[in-house]
């Protein structure tokens, strides 16, 4: 193979570690946000435990209030950051060109670029425990208390961390927004794919349009830290209200790049385990469209009590009121799925009707704060904390759960024990809402958010401390999934290609799938194209004698390009000439990338 001169030639060595850094293959890639993304899960749910210890008895001293702060600010952007999206993102690497009948993404190498890229904006932000301490405002990093005036060093770590990480969420939603537009199988129309595909479509788009806008926020606090200019500084002229704007202009749609996934998740098992075709299944792609646009005219609603004015807390609340209308549309079409249905409870399918339940609740204690009087009592309290959490780990995460079990035999060869997926269902589904349902409590009875200690005899010791209980319960039925996860990947792959008669294309092919994904790329006939194969005694075609599959080669380049962009980034933190150093090291992993041979 000819190599351009000067540049690194494409690896050929058989070493199980470099054929992963040098990976391009889409089901690598996968795993490896997978796994990436449950490490940062775990440290998010340790920060969670550290902050429910503290609050479990009143004036409670496991940690101090500076470290407290560093918690909650850390707890949230990882969760959020490093841990939901990039699970979510693991699903989108592997199964995406699957259940399109795909051989791989658009564009192979941007897809391992984006991967590397997280992996350094994500230790990038959690190595701001140990250089200085952590961001401590909030995830939201309200203006002037996140100016260098009242804030540490932490706070350029969330700007740095934030901005490179939405460097590599971008690539990846253009790459796969294009695979869906470009890659998919004969015909397979745009009403013919799963509703996993349609809110992952969905949602690029919004990464596409929202990820801007924050970035120029950052660049704007960036400068305001460093730089001495205003933006938000009401002192030199800026308004600290500019940045709340910004920040809930990304911020909300945000909610929906978390949500969405978990809804096309949710929208592939329960018809799966009800044996029976999705009901209304343009009901809920319109509606996740739907959800896409009105996600973009709510975010004011986060800033009812920054003093708006009459007439645009009514559009907002207006606004606010009728993005719940397509969410009940999906809502009612998902147990419109399981009436009448044949259900054959796995824990996928626990998980996925819990999903059901535990949004639905999210959800209604959301639309409340619609109605402004509502909003103004309920802000800052622990009320929000109660809601965003059924949102996020009610919703998100337990969708995630459902696609883990659902995906993890087509992903391995191996099924997951299901006895210890139902204790690890119940310990989740019984300390999730023993942890966060009494939040609810808190914040009528007027626990303020964000405060590291509280008196007795305010009411709130009881609640705290099922709250806190019911944190661990949740924690140990993670535990029950890491211990189901080694022993089941102890055993010999036994769950074959297609173990719970699935519909969609990503079981068509074998468990685990070849590089290739496809010996024949499948030619789509339906919406459900294996069961209808399965009813038209129709079988795969044998590829032809000869063939030749074409797989692009791994490449060094995108790990290359990424430690040049981890160096822009660390040049803010420490000296401008580690930035002047990373210049250089990105143009030489473009011409490298540029000149490399894809044969």
Do not use: C
Not at 89 to 112: C, E, K, S, T
Not at 129 to 151: H, K, R, V
Not at 359 to 380: C, L
């Amino acid at each position: 193979m000819a190599t351009a001169a000067g540049t690194i030639a494409a690896p050929t060595t058989e070493s199980v570690v470099w054929s992963w850094i040098t990976t391009v293959d889409h089901k690598r890639i996968g795993a490896l946000y997978g796994v990436t993304a449950f490490i940062f899960f775990l440290i998010g749910g340790i920060e969670a435990l550290l902050i429910r210890t503290q609050l479990a008895v009143p004036n409670g001293n496991v940690i101090n209030a500076e470290l407290f702060n560093q918690l909650f600010t850390m707890h949230a952007l990882t969760m959020i950051f490093l841990a939901i999206m990039p699970l979510g993102a693991a699903f989108f690497n592997y199964m995406v060109p699957l259940m399109i009948g795909a051989r791989d993404v658009a564009f192979p190498r941007l897809n391992a670029l984006s991967y590397w890229i997280f992996l350094f904006g994500g230790l990038v932000l959690v190595s701001s425990f140990i250089f200085g301490g952590a961001p401590d405002t909030g995830w939201f990093a309200y203006q002037p208390i996140s100016s260098s005036q009242f804030s540490g060093s932490g706070m350029d770590f969330y700007v740095i961390g934030l901005m490179i990480l939405g460097i590599s969420s971008l690539a990846a939603a253009l790459n796969f927004a294009v695979t869906i537009i470009n890659l998919r199988a004969p015909g397979m129309t745009m009403m013919r794919l799963p509703v996993f595909i349609w809110m992952t479509f969905i949602v690029m788009f919004l990464l596409i349009l929202a990820l801007p806008v924050l970035t120029v926020a950052l660049i704007q606090m960036l400068f305001d830290r460093q730089f001495t200019t205003s933006f938000f500084l009401p002192e030199g002229g800026g308004d600290p209200i500019l940045w709340q704007h910004l920040f809930w202009v990304f911020g909300h749609p945000e909610v929906y790049i978390l949500i969405l996934p978990a809804m096309g998740v949710v929208s592939e098992v329960l018809p799966t385990f009800s044996r029976k075709p999705l009901f209304g299944y343009a009901a809920i792609v319109f509606a996740g469209i739907a959800i896409g646009f009105l996600g973009w005219a709510v975010w004011s609603h986060h800033m009812f009590t920054t003093g708006l004015g009459a007439v645009q807390q009514a559009v907002f609340s207006a606004s606010t009121m009728a993005i719940g209308i397509p969410t009940g549309i999906k809502v009612f079409n998902w147990l419109a799925t399981m009436w009448g249905g044949s259900i054959r409870f796995t824990t996928a399918m626990y998980f996925a009707v819990a999903f059901v339940a535990l949004f639905t609740i999210g959800g209604i204690s959301g639309v409340m704060h619609a109605s402004p009087p509502v909003d103004q009592q309920q802000q800052d309290t622990y009320f929000i904390v109660a809601h965003i959490h059924y949102v996020l780990v009610g919703g998100a995460l337990f969708g995630v759960f459902s696609g883990l079990y659902y995906w993890w035999p087509k992903m391995t060869g191996r099924l997951l024990n299901e006895t210890l997926g139902k204790w690890n269902f119940w310990l989740m589904f019984i300390g999730m809402n023993l942890a966060f349902f009494p939040m609810h409590f808190l914040g009528v009875s007027g626990m303020p958010r964000r405060i590291y200690t509280y008196d007795s005899g305010l009411g709130w010791d009881f609640w705290n401390l099922v709250a806190t209980v019911g944190a661990f319960i949740l924690a140990l039925g993670v535990l029950f999934f890491i211990i189901n996860v080694f022993k089941t990947w102890q055993k010999e792959p036994d769950a074959g290609d297609n173990p719970w008669d699935a519909p969609t294309l990503e079981w068509a092919t074998t468990s685990p799938p070849p590089e290739h994904d496809f010996d024949v790329i499948p030619e789509v006939h339906s919406r459900e194209p294996v069961w209808y194969m399965r009813d038209h005694n129709m079988t795969t075609p044998e590829p032809e004698p000869g063939t030749h599959i074409h797989l692009p080669p791994p490449s060094y380049y995108p790990i290359i390009i990424a430690f040049g962009v981890l160096l822009l980034g660390l040049g803010p933190l420490s000296h401008l000439a580690l930035t002047a150093l990373g210049v250089p090291v990105i143009i030489y992993g473009i011409w490298g990338w540029t000149l490399e041979p894809t044969e």
